[in-house]
């Protein structure tokens, strides 16, 4: 292995998350930034994603997968102290920003003075879910499908019986549908979708395929190939009710149950990880536990939209490139606001807010998911018992991020203050 090499700013990842963190960190005034990317192109998960409806809030227009992280590679490739290592794993990840990597069979080490992990996230497979039955052909994740019919022209099967409404689950009912595929159903055991609204008319509604709600599979059938399953509905403990149980015949199983942070990487520099999210905690700088480490993008939380991940990745590659650089201030002189998940909210991004930390203020987003679908609902942010910030929701659901803007002046005055927690409710 080569003596390791210095750089400014390493960006793992070259997904959308990780194309706007490169590039932010370049125009921040980083002229060393390294961006690596296991495949053998950039843009991650967006290449096989040929549907269109990205790029709404960034582009103001309806982009394809590949068309929009065409948009950055594009940017990418027209600035100078940016470089690119393709077919490049990274095996480890210390403390202190070293990197050990894999390429074309040669170990080597990066020593950066930051590092953006922007790895996006891998998908719920069978194994999680412990569902009975034994192990034959025709079982696939969503996204597995949605590669094998995109990329490599590949039709899983003929008739499809999909797990979970998540949005790639919602996707690839119409595309398999699209194929000449017959989709039997979509099951999913919660008793509201999973996937955003658009999705559920675009994919679903407008092909006649029925949404079962609180129902779920409850075992595989067949020995070399899938048969069929057997499905039942669920209580509200999500309980199986035995006298609900039938077969529906397929032959193709698609599993869109959730998705989970790639956290391998922060787990081994000793990233301090939020049990919500399965990503990193970290503050209004995106800066996890370890200093110097940033995280963003699906590798940090879920995003529903790629415009919200690239955003963040955005800010994200300015403040790994303001810490290279120097310009971070270390102590904000004032103490640090934990900003914490109340009645109706499942989580809240970021944690922990410093004012004052930065070159310069700014205010910041809050982003949230709430637990349970609702109308007309009140988010509020409240310190030591005073609604510092109320916005009313005419819609409010999980599958869909909602962000709160608190202005800077705001946060400063709380730190001063002495208060140390701000809570995030829904009303």
């Not at 929009?68 to 102290?81: F, K, T, V």
């Not at 159903?185 to 407008?206: K, M, T």
């Not at 103490?335 to 930065?358: H, N, Q, S």
């Amino acid at each position: 292995m080569t003596t390791a090499r210095k750089r400014g700013v390493a960006v793992i990842g070259g997904g959308p998350a990780g194309l706007a963190a490169a590039i932010a960190a370049r125009e921040a005034g980083c002229s060393d930034v390294l961006l690596i990317e296991r495949d053998k192109r950039l843009g991650g998960i967006l290449n096989q994603c040929i549907h269109d409806g990205f790029g709404l809030h960034m582009f103001k227009e309806a982009l394809s997968g590949p068309e929009y992280a065409a948009r950055y590679i594009e940017r990418l490739n027209g600035m100078d102290g940016i470089e690119v290592m393709l077919n490049t794993i990274v095996l480890d990840l210390s403390q202190d920003r070293k990197l050990v990597l894999s390429r074309e069979g040669e170990l080597a080490e990066i020593q950066a003075e930051s590092v953006v992990l922007a790895m996006g996230c891998r998908e719920r497979a069978r194994g999680a879910l412990a569902i009975p039955g034994h192990r034959p052909t025709g079982v696939y994740t969503a996204g597995a499908a949605q590669n094998f019919v995109n990329m490599e022209n590949i039709m899983p099967g003929q008739r499809v019986v999909i797990l979970g409404s998540g949005d790639i689950g919602l996707i690839m009912a119409r595309r398999m549908t699209l194929e000449g595929a017959k989709v039997e159903a979509v099951f999913e055991i919660l008793p509201y979708s999973s996937g955003l609204p658009r999705n559920i008319q675009q994919c679903l509604v407008d092909y006649d395929i029925p949404l079962y709600l609180s129902t779920t599979v409850t075992e595989v059938v067949g020995m070399r190939r899938l048969e069929g399953v057997k499905v039942a509905q669920v209580d509200d403990m999500r309980e199986i009710i035995p006298e609900t149980e039938r077969f529906v015949p397929c032959d193709t199983l698609l599993l869109s149950v959730g998705l989970i942070p790639e956290n391998e990487l922060a787990r081994a520099a000793g990233v301090e990880l939020d049990a919500t999210t399965g990503g990193p905690k970290v503050d209004d700088l995106c800066m996890t536990s370890v200093p110097g480490i940033f995280s963003c993008g699906n590798a940090l939380h879920v995003h529903d939209l790629v415009d919200w991940a690239s955003e963040e990745a955005d800010w994200a590659g300015r403040c790994a490139a303001m810490y290279a650089g120097r310009r971070m201030v270390e102590e904000c002189g004032l103490a640090a606001l934990r900003i914490t998940p109340g009645r109706g909210v499942r989580y809240v991004m970021p944690e922990t807010v410093c004012p004052g930390t930065m070159h310069e203020c700014r205010d910041l987003s809050v982003a949230l998911r709430v637990q349970t679908p609702s109308r007309n609902g009140v988010i509020e942010v409240v310190a030591n018992g005073e609604v510092i910030r109320k916005e009313r929701h005419s819609r409010l659901h999980p599958a869909e991020m909602v962000r709160v803007p608190l202005m800077s002046c705001d946060l400063e005055k709380c730190a001063a203050d002495g208060v140390n927690t701000l809570e995030v409710r829904v009303r």
